[in-house]
């Protein structure tokens, strides 16, 4: 624990000027950001007696090492600036709103040549129309099938609407007149995007003028005794007024507007937006944060405020935005969602009348978030402290672990060994920082061996990127090695170095976490390259700050490894436990009898739910690694020959077998192959062993034009031969092989 006078600035160094202050910890990881009309005074505050502030901000505090500041010329800009380094460093005591669930919309790709109406979730894209968010995607469903009858834009996607002007078919909407068919050129691709123009509209709230329209129409087709058109015009207004019947009508006036209600404790603040257009709601979105600092009602309503429209221009912004209350000062945000919008805004407490009553129901909705978040046990500030506390107490820690990582190892009967390693910090996942390991000193099943070499890796990793910044605290090196011009040696007793891996891409939570050096595939120094984030910009390097606690899945036999680990590495300031499955029991180092947590604790539900997330993640690697091999072929050695060019091939030749007996020339024919890429082909497929015949299994057929095993494609397709979707089964593998997987 820091004290905050070590590292508190000279009287006269700060400036009276506006300005965005950065907290930073002993790492040098930003850990807050916060804007001032006045650095000095604000600054002053947290430099008070520790007595005297706020809990999470005297935790704050006592955490942070140094204290930097950057002065603006307006408060605008410092509103700005403060946002986006909230988005760059991500701090952690920072007043984050987390969504209570991915919202979907109703998107419209004007960006493309025949615009398509779909579902969509997730960032928001350049040139795509989005109405919403809604609630449940059944009623964005249940809405565009009214709406089809009257505007009927593409809803079908790429691949099918391609398959379609390949054939010259139209699916089946195309045939039941919801669809406009641009696939096989009914309408040209400009009707077609005036069409959905008009969705557009018609969707922005700009109901009544179309449904005049419609109505002025079906009378004309009337007066003309056209009375089959009339009535088809009768059927779109009765479709129209009910899709519109489906969001009622809340404002009379037919506002543009946005609705913010905020339900606090002392703990926690939950936000409500109600967004209103055309005086119809819209849409509905809730958030839930921790309250890191005292903080007033109007602060959290401009931390939201920032969150919802930071990435919104244009109409994104409304007219007019209600809140419960004004934050201080209210031009600066007043003028920066103005500028967001690009026209005036009004921000204003609701008064009396409609615009109250509306502000009134989203406050229920508030209050009612807020203690549904509450009754969530994981999610709870005051549960996880518990948990840590416990956690603690129980592996006689000095303090809460408040940064925990959890590793795991997986395979399928000693082939495609993996390790994983999952972060906690504060009791929740931090998946920015989830790593992923290849076993690759030895082949064969050994947990044990397997958990030493991946805590080597990691720490080692840990300890270069130490010496290399000179973040030693004593002034001394490591004792399992020493830097000798920037060399990782082998010291005396020290372990071997694990063989360096290759960059391989690895997919992590939530997209490619980088290549497999980046997750500690590549032991040794942390050599500084074009991606290296150095020590100054205050995000986190990939294995730079150590954990106050090691957990690993397994016994007494796992937990020794990673102790021995740790102690080779000369690395003793680290705890280290283990969690077996069969009772879970918390096992620590050189203790001949397990710690057992109650089975109604906090600590061991947290650490039940480290340990299962670091076998999730263990697993589903594995399953990457495992299908990737069912799937491998005599091409894959071939150097710069990818996907796309090898099914060029594959559809060129029909075959493995044909392309094998083919000669260079003819493979040079195929677009995109030169001669060098050929002979290399060539020369690939002939120290392969050609596979057998395919065999169907189900008449005893040799079928020779078909694609043999090593044809590219010795793996069944999802959902055949009682596959499930989206998991490969191997061709002649058992059923089921999940038992085997550890």
Known sequence: MADPSSYRPKPGEIPDSPGVY????????????????????????????????????????????????????????????????????????NVKYRDDKSYPYLAVTMNEEFPRVQVMRGHKKKGVRYFGPYGHAWAIRDTVDLLLRVFPVRTCSAGVFRNAARTGRPCLLGYIDKC??????????????????????????????????????????????????????????????????????????????????????????????????????????????????????????????????????????????????????????????????????????????????????????????????????????????????????????????????????????????????????????????????QIKSFAGQDDVRSMHEVITRRFRRYLADRERTGEWSDGAEPDGEHSVDGTVEKAAGAPDPAPTAGAEAVLGPDGPVGTAADTGDADGPAVPSANTLTEDDGRPKRFAYPPQLVVVDGGAPQVAAARRALDELGIDDIAVCGLAKRLEEVWLPGDADPVVLPRTSEGLYLLQRVRDEAHRFAIGYQRVKRAKRFRSGPLDDVPGLGESRKQALIKHFGSVRKLRAATVEQICDVPGIGRKTAEAITAALAGAVPAGPAVNTATGEIMDDMVAMDDMDDVEEPGKSGGSPGEPVPTGAPDDRRGLER
């Open 22 to 93: 950065r907290f930073r910890d002993e790492h040098r990881r930003v850990i807050y950001v916060g804007k001032a009309k006045n650095l000095r005074q604000r600054l002053a505050n947290y430099f008070q007696d520790l007595a005297g502030l706020h809990p999470r901000t005297r935790t704050m505090v006592t955490t942070a090492a140094s204290v930097e500041w950057t002065v603006v010329s307006t408060e605008v800009e410092a509103l700005q600036l403060e946002y986006s380094w909230i988005k760059e460093y991500d701090p952690r005591f």
């Open 180 to 437: 406009s068919a641009p696939c096989v050129d009914r309408v040209s691709a400009e009707d077609h995007r005036e069409l959905a123009e008009e969705f557009c509209d018609f969707m922005a709230g700009r109901t009544g003028t179309y449904v005049r329209r419609l109505e002025q129409r079906m009378t004309e087709a009337a007066e003309e005794m056209e009375y089959e058109r009339a009535a088809r015009l009768r059927d779109d207004i009765g479709a129209l007024k009910k899709a519109m019947e489906k969001s009622a009508v809340v404002l009379a006036d037919a506002t543009d507007a946005d609705l913010i209600a905020v339900a606090e404790d002392e703990l926690e603040a939950a936000v409500q937006i109600f967004h209103v257009r055309g005086g119809r709601v819209r849409g509905q979105r809730g958030w839930v944060t921790d309250k890191v600092e005292e903080i007033t009602t109007g602060a959290l309503v401009e931390h939201a405020l920032q969150q919802l429209y930071g990435e919104e221009t244009g109409d994104a912004v409304p007219r007019e935005v209600l809140v419960p209350a004004l934050p201080d000062p209210v031009e600066p945000v007043q003028q920066w969602l103005t500028g967001r919008r690009g026209s005036g805004v009004s921000l204003r407490v609701p008064q009396r009348g409609d615009k109250r009553a509306l502000m009134e129901t989203v406050e229920r909705n508030a209050q009612q978030a807020l203690v549904l978040h509450k009754t969530k046990r994981a999610s709870d500030l005051t549960t996880r402290s518990r948990a840590l506390e416990e956690i603690a107490d129980a592996l006689g820690l000095d303090s809460a672990p408040l940064r925990i990582e959890c590793y795991d190892i997986s395979h399928l009967q000693g082939d495609d060994v993996v390790a994983s390693m999952v972060v906690f910090e504060d009791g929740l996942a931090r998946k920015s920082e989830y790593r992923r390991f």
